[in-house]
């Protein structure tokens, strides 16, 4: 499937933000560790909640949806090799601690790289071995299995990844004993889980420096949640305004999770209003150009660099952007310079500290040189954010755009054409593949 998008024409009106994708899907697997009803609101409409539902479903959950409302009940586990799934994304892994919780044993697939770098999961293996799971890479899978059941223990992360601090957390919740764990990520949507465990029966603590403690429990009850906005998607259209240079109301938009993208806002000349029930984005004057470093919350969060790079296009002088959370995602800056934008990629670190990806030769940094206009071109999606970087471009670049491979936008960004369309933009879903 592919849109055609045709740009150049400011945007005005109001987007509500879906429920955060980063969030809905781990509560589903976290639903898991309960054998009672389990009631999420605020479920997004996209491609990977369908798929971990389809997950779910493959040992033993009953789903049942309305509109954004999901009823998930697993009684029992019924099966605990997930490697038949039709569709695939990297939740599986996520699924370990549950199953091996209720029923001792879980096989699940290898996940492998995909195109933002080799997404190793070294540490929420190395968690799990650490809590008495013993785990087996086999030719497609993991087979884990804990014979002495999984216990409490001091895990120390050595980066706070968000998957492994949501696989040690999952795992920990009906494990024997306490749990600690350091260094852990504490994004808003692992608050959100940590929140959503809590209302369900779970024992959870937020510590200083990163540490989370959690006191296992036997069982988990039943209960419902209110998933949060995606403040991901908040950035997109905020991004979207600034390069566009339109005024976006974005419903659901809430300043505690956006406080280090505002400041990076409003430094490169945008401006908003934060109001109760969302914020209004706009262009305050010409775009200036700004030095940033993606980091974990609460840094500058590694998938608003995509968005916001498109704007940084617009801006006078050359922007900075130094990538220190995956070592290679910048795979989109070739579309972006097709499209008349003038971005060179560098391998060194151009930060203030040398990251960890300092001397290994990865594409991490980049020098944005602005403004460039940007002209209409045909191009393929290759992952989720870099995905609506170019739709951003797209809306932004006088003429038709092809935008192809767009089930990877459906992956994470709700009906997004409609939605679009909604506030101006000209965007058309076609099933052609060419
Ligand atoms: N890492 C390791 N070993 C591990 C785990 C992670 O080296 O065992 C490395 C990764 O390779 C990466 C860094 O640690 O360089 C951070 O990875 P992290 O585990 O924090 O990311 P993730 O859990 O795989 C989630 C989001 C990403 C988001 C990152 C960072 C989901 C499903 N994905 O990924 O979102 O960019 O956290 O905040 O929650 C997206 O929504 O498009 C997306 C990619």
Redesign the pocket.
């Known amino acids: 499937m592919k849109f055609i998008i045709k740009g150049g024409n400011p945007l005005k009106g109001e987007i509500t933000l879906a429920g955060a994708?980063?969030a809905a899907?781990?509560m589903l697997v976290a639903s898991l560790l309960s054998a009672k009803p389990i009631t999420l609101h605020n479920i997004p409409d996209i491609l990977d909640v369908a798929i971990t539902g389809e997950l779910c479903e493959s040992v033993g959950s009953s789903i049942q949806r309305e509109e954004t409302n999901i009823f998930i009940h697993t009684p029992e586990i019924i099966n605990t090799c997930v490697l038949s799934l039709s569709r695939k994304n990297?939740?599986p892994i996520l699924a370990l601690g549950p199953l091996l919780a209720r029923q001792g044993t879980a096989e699940i697939p290898l996940l492998g790289g995909d195109k933002?770098?080799?997404?190793?999961?070294?540490?929420?293996l190395e968690a799990l071995r650490a809590m008495g799971a013993l785990i087996e890479k086999r030719e497609s899978s993991y087979y884990a299995t804990a014979p002495q059941g999984l216990k409490g223990v001091k895990i120390v992360l050595r980066?706070?990844?968000?998957?492994?601090t949501?696989n040690a957390l999952l795992a920990a919740i009906l494990a024997k004993g306490r749990t600690v764990i350091e260094n852990a990520?504490v994004?808003p949507?692992i608050i959100d889980l940590i929140k959503f465990l809590q209302n369900i029966g779970a024992i959870i603590e937020l510590g200083t420096n990163r540490r989370i403690y959690i006191d296992g429990v036997s069982a988990l009850h039943g209960g419902e949640y209110t998933i949060l906005p995606d403040r991901?998607e908040a950035v997109s259209f905020a991004s979207l305004a600034l390069a566009n240079n339109g005024t976006i109301f974005v419903r659901g938009a809430r300043q505690d999770d956006l406080i280090t993208f505002l400041n990076a806002y409003r430094k490169v000349g945008g401006e908003y209003k934060i109001e109760p029930m969302g914020i209004t984005f706009w262009r305050a004057g010409t775009l200036r150009s700004i030095e940033i470093e993606t980091d974990?919350h609460p840094g500058f969060?590694?998938?608003w660099q995509q968005p916001f790079t498109v704007a940084l296009t617009q801006a006078h002088g050359t922007s900075i952007l130094h990538e220190t959370?995956?070592?290679d995602r910048f795979g989109h800056i070739i579309d972006l310079n097709t499209m008349g934008a003038d971005i060179r990629v560098f391998s060194k670190c151009l930060g203030e500290i040398p990251c960890r990806f300092s001397g290994m030769n990865h594409g991490h940094s980049i020098l944005v040189n602005g403004p460039t206009p940007l002209h209409a071109s045909c191009l393929t999606i290759k992952?989720?954010?870099a995905g609506m970087a170019h739709v951003i471009a797209a809306l932004v670049a006088e003429g038709a755009s092809e935008l192809h491979n767009i089930e990877e936008l459906d992956r994470?960004y709700e009906h997004i054409d409609e939605r679009l369309k909604n506030i101006g933009a000209n965007i058309i879903r076609s099933e052609d593949t060419i």
């Open positions: 994708k980063n899907t781990k990297r939740i933002i770098g080799p997404r190793p999961v070294d540490m929420h980066y706070p990844s968000v998957g492994a949501e990520a994004e949507e991901n974990t969060m590694t998938d959370v995956y070592e992952d989720l954010r994470g």
